[in-house]
């Protein structure tokens, strides 16, 4: 079974950049459909990027244009650039399948905070 750790948040202000990390092990990037999500206080967790299997990369509309998602198959990892950050952006950022499987839980997240 998949298991996945996220990394790479912090402070950031706005207008910065962060990249985050998503290590998983269990399995490998390639045959799996991986997503960002966030949740930031008081609010739902929603997805923010999805790669799939095939490379293929999707966006919600708050991020799109500023964030990109990717993958590296020789560390077995999936990234986040977050470019042009806003406030709005902090959150706990979390990785998972998509859609999201219930016999795999969900890890720790990073926090990223950005300040205006």
């Known amino acids: 079974q998949a298991h996945l750790v996220e990394s790479g948040g912090g402070l950031a202000q706005a207008g910065g950049s962060l990249r985050l990390s998503c290590a998983v092990s269990?399995?490998?990037?390639?045959?799996?459909?991986i997503a960002w999500y966030r949740q930031a206080p008081g609010k739902r967790r929603d997805w923010v990027a999805i790669?799939?299997?095939?490379?293929?990369?999707n966006y919600a509309v708050p991020v799109k244009g500023r964030f990109t998602i990717s993958s590296d198959n020789a560390s077995n990892t999936v990234y986040l650039q977050m470019n042009t950050l806003k406030p709005e952006d902090t959150a706990v950022y979390y990785c998972?399948?998509?859609?999201?499987?219930?016999?795999?839980?969900w890890g720790q997240g990073t926090q990223v905070t950005v300040s205006s």
């Open positions: 790669i799939s299997r095939g490379g293929f990369t």
């Open positions: 269990g399995s490998t990037v390639s045959s799996n459909t």
């Open positions: 998972n399948l998509f859609p999201p499987v219930p016999s795999l839980s």
